[in-house]
Each structure stands twice: as C-alpha cells, then as structure tokens.
Nanobody, 115 residues
C-alpha cells in the first residue's frame, strides 16, 4: 500500500520559514518524480515545486528564490524548504509521487501565513 505522509505545516508569521516533509512508503522512492502542490480556498491545485529522480528541479514562478525542494532517497523523504512566506502562500500543501502512468497523493498539510 502506497502512503505519502506530509508533516511540518502550521501557522507562521509573514516573512517566516517552514520546512515540509513527505515520507513515502510502498513505492520505489528513488525511481519517482516527487512534487509539492498546493491548493488555496477557492483556487485550483497548483504545482509548487518538483524534483526528478535525477535531482532536476522546477518551481512555480511565484516561489522561485524562496522555496527549495530536496529529496533524501535513503530516507524515502522529500522536503520543501519555504522562506520569506507571505499570506499568499497560505494553502493546503500536498505531496505527489509520479512515475510513468502511476501517481500518488498525500493527505495534505495546512500552511497558514498570518500575523
């Protein structure tokens, strides 16, 4: 059974930082492209950042220079380091694992940026 378990969300003040983690099980983690998506109230889910099994990364324009995605294949974990957070970053953040035709999602973790 595939499980993606996110952690690290919470309430943070504008300008603050958070690190999200996603621990994967039930998949060959090193072979999957991993991604972080987010969905704000009333908006569509959007890609925030992705990292391929080879370590290539891509970011949404809105987070470039502020967020960093990384992976630890030994721990089957992908991270999202978020700096300089703004209220516009408030959303539920979802972990995604993809390989060929298969795709898996975590349950999401809430990030709220507010003073």
């Amino acid at each position: 059974q595939v499980q993606l378990v996110e952690s690290g969300g919470g309430l943070v003040q504008p300008g603050g930082s958070l690190r999200l983690s996603c621990a994967a099980s039930g998949i060959i983690f090193s072979r999957h492209t991993m991604g972080w998506y987010r969905q704000a109230p009333g908006k569509q889910r959007e890609l925030v950042a992705g990292i391929t099994n080879g370590g290539n990364t891509n970011y949404a324009d809105s987070v470039k220079g502020r967020f960093t995605i990384s992976r630890d294949n030994a721990k089957n974990t992908v991270y999202l380091h978020m700096n300089s957070l703004t209220p516009e970053d408030t959303a539920v953040y979802y972990c995604n694992a993809a390989r060929q035709i298969w795709e898996y999602w975590g349950q999401g973790t809430q990030v709220t940026v507010s003073s």
